[in-house]
């Protein structure tokens, strides 16, 4: 190392040190030399010892605290399984990790695709694939040895996927890596985070009521709505809901969204819970307060947002639009036929062009998702760098938090701008550097 590098970052002079790349610790011997460049080379050894494999030279700090040079960051983002068609959907999870992996490199830090398969436990490295353009139309994974990294971007794609025992047992033990941090560890449970975001009073207006469903809280639930959505706990994409209309004379007609529409009668909370049984599959479901939602063009609508962490761990709204419901339904997830529209024009359209009213209702939005964010992260004790909202609004213009979800689905084609999709991508990497320890990066 140049005697400057030392100054700068405040190295203590000794004949051997410790490096740290990733998780993996060796012990190097230290050659100062004299210099005005603030520049640092590495041993071939030193290099095999840590798996290096980047081309660029990467940043370098000194760790006060554990006394050893940390040079990095080194960003794994982990997948159950690695996509390989020559011909794939824009919106499939390949295109999101081939997107993700173009991102990476043009970012200063070593970033990864690696799956829990590929780890050796033994020497903490593993095999991680980066991918390579070779035309374009068609490119390669390519693998290499790689340190286990100093973070972890969770992007298992389903949950299916993470309640695979192997997968979770591989978490486990990743999380218990020393100098390793992870985030956006799971996907979310309806119940469980409800019950999470009801001890901040704040958001208390802005939650539909909640019950665990039961025949007693279907009961209980129908007595005071008209209309319910049940959810499955662990569901996503829509799949699985029921709505319930209670008419006058106390008659239940519910719609199941399962491979389209199924809709059923009952003649009361007990009977519902018998005919629809089948449909919920033994799984837990939550039943929710139905809301008189805004419409657009005759269809209801809620807002997404895709909220995530920047480079200096900040929350900001990454990416925001409407998704309105196809006509007849009431779901307006996009998988399920719904479309996605511009929130610029809904507003103008549900607020009657009322400037100032829809510069409150934004800053009011910015309000109600960094409560949510910051109370989910505080209360379930674990770390997240992204979150997709869905929030609904209604005809008194008042908003409703519908749902949560830590693993948002987000597609590498889009009718909005091509930079705010980019910067979808880009910033839980630009967050995961921050985490890592290393210097800011826009």
């Known amino acids: 190392m140049a005697d400057a590098l030392i100054n700068k970052l405040d190295i203590p002079l000794a004949s051997t040190i410790k490096v740290r790349v990733g998780v993996k610790v060796v012990i190097s011997k230290l050659v100062v030399r004299n210099g005005k460049l603030t520049s640092y080379m590495l041993s071939p050894q030193l290099v095999e010892a840590l798996c290096l494999n980047r081309k660029k030279p990467l940043q370098i700090r000194y760790d006060q605290e554990k006394e ?6 080194i960003i794994g983002i982990l997948t159950s399984f690695l996509p390989n068609e020559l011909e794939f959907d824009p919106k499939s999870v390949q295109a999101e990790l081939i997107f993700l992996s173009k991102i990476g490199q ?28 070779l035309s374009p139309e068609h490119g390669i994974w390519s693998s290499s040895l790689y340190p286990l990294p100093d973070v972890i971007y969770d992007r298992i794609s389903s949950r299916t996927g993470e309640a695979r025992p192997g997968i979770k047992n591989t978490k486990r033990k990743l999380m218990k890596l020393p100098y390793l941090k992870y985030f956006n560890p799971s996907f979310l449970d309806k119940w469980k985070v409800h019950k999470l975001l009801v001890t901040n009073a704040d958001l208390i207006p802005y939650l539909p009521e909640t019950q665990l469903l039961s025949a007693s809280s279907m009961k209980d639930m129908i007595m005071k709505h008209k209309t319910l959505y049940l959810k499955p706990c662990n569901g996503s994409q829509g799949n699985g809901i029921i709505k ?10 519910y719609t199941v969204y399962r491979n389209g529409r199924r809709a059923g009668h009952a003649d009361n909370p007990v009977d519902f819970m018998k005919r629809s049984g089948a449909a919920r599959k033994g799984k837990p479901y939550i039943v929710q307060q139905g809301l008189n939602l805004s419409t657009f063009n005759e269809s209801p609508f809620d807002i997404r947002i895709i909220y995530q962490k920047n480079h200096e761990g900040e929350w900001k709204i990454s990416k925001q639009f409407v998704r309105v419901a196809p006509r007849g339904s009431s779901v307006a997830n996009l998988s399920r036929g719904g479309r996605a529209e511009t929130s610029k024009r809904v507003f103008a359209s549900i607020l009657n062009g009322n400037k100032k009213l829809i510069e409150d209702k934004h800053d009011e939005l910015r309000k109600l998702c960094s409560m949510v964010a910051v109370t989910l992260e505080s209360s379930s004790k674990k770390l997240y760098g992204e979150l997709g909202l869905d929030i609904g609004i209604d005809k008194g213009g008042k908003f409703w938090l519908i749902e949560v979800n830590s693993k948002p689905r987000k597609t590498t084609e889009t009718e909005l701008s091509q930079g705010i999709v980019h910067n979808t991508f880009r910033r839980p990497l630009q967050y995961a550097i921050h985490l890592a320890g290393f ?3 826009k």
């Open 68 to 73: 050893m040079i940390h040079i990095g960051p």
């Open 244 to 253: 319930v209309i209670c008419n006058d004379e106390g008659k239940l007609k």
């Open 106 to 133: 043009n970012l200063p830090a070593q970033v990864y695709m690696f799956t829990p398969s590929s780890i050796n436990w033994a020497n903490r490295t593993t095999c991680g694939f980066i991918y390579q353009q």
């Open 439 to 441: 210097k800011k990066h």
